[in-house]
T-cell receptor
Framework: NAGVMQNPRHLVRRRGQEARLRCSPM?????VYWYRQLPEEGLKFMVY????????ESGMPKERFSAEFPKEGPSILRIQQVVRGDSAAYFC????????????FGPGTRLTVL | AQSVTQLDSQVPVFEEAPVELRCNYS??????LFWYVQYPNQGLQLLLK??????LVKGINGFEAEFNKSQTSFHLRKPSVHISDTAEYFC?????????????FGSGTQLTVLP
């Protein structure tokens, strides 16, 4: 059973461009969590999704950020009009049932905004 | 809301020496507690977790942690470290009940094992 997959692993964007980060959960997992890790900091929760539903987006910035988890395909974290402050590592975790004790993390996408 | 404080940002230690990484948390409700390890340019790997029961929890790679409710602490220990233990270690909590499912992380402790 393959682990949580994220791509791309590294993404470089210029200010004002869009960034699309993809997360493929483990097989059989229908719950996805996105976290952001700024340099020298711990991970901060962004959003929790189930298939086709956003359950908790309390950690998402109000503007430019959106997330989806369609019925088919990976979960997507989309950042519009990126700024330098968006440079960070973005981690996805998945679980088969709701609950943090069963969250499995992907390797992350490192976004660099020039 | 919960918060997690990892008191040491960097811990250098010689190989085969014991190590303790400190974690304190603040929460108005009961929480589950976790330690994760992050190797360079990789994702997080669960080391151990406390959900209920015995307050001494054993995890992978010889690590253990003790939950102390009165001191709101969950310190991580290993009696003898190896070079391969060099990594970033994160303490995290989440509420036991309610709809919140996300983890709240500390800022991390970089453990460097010296030869």
């Amino acid at each position: 059973n393959a682990g949580v997959m994220q791509n791309p692993r590294h993404l470089v964007r210029r200010r004002g461009q869009e960034a699309r980060l993809r997360c493929s959960p483990m097989k059989g997992h229908s719950h996805v969590y996105w976290y952001r890790q700024l340099p020298e900091e711990g991970l901060k929760f962004m959003v929790y999704l189930q298939k086709e539903n956003i359950i908790d987006e309390s950690g998402m910035p109000k503007e430019r950020f959106s997330a989806e988890f369609p019925k088919e395909g990976p979960s997507i974290l989309r950042i519009q009009q990126v700024v330098r402050g968006d440079s960070a590592a973005y981690f996805c975790a998945s679980s088969p049932v709701p609950g943090p004790d069963t969250q499995y993390f992907g390797p992350g996408t490192r976004l660099t905004v020039l | 809301a919960q918060s997690v404080t990892q008191l040491d940002s960097q811990v250098p230690v010689f190989e085969e020496a014991p190590v303790e990484l400190r974690c304190n948390y603040s929460s108005s409700v009961s929480v589950y507690l976790f330690w994760y390890v992050q190797y360079p340019n990789q994702g997080l790997q669960l080391l151990l977790k406390y959900l209920s029961g015995s307050t001494l929890v054993k995890g992978i790679n010889g690590f253990e942690a003790e939950f102390n409710k009165s001191q709101t602490s969950f310190h991580l220990r290993k009696p003898s470290v190896h070079i391969s233990d060099t990594a970033e270690y994160f303490c995290a909590v989440t509420p036991v009940s309610g709809s919140a499912r996300q983890l709240t992380f500390g800022s991390g402790t970089q453990l460097t094992v010296l030869p």
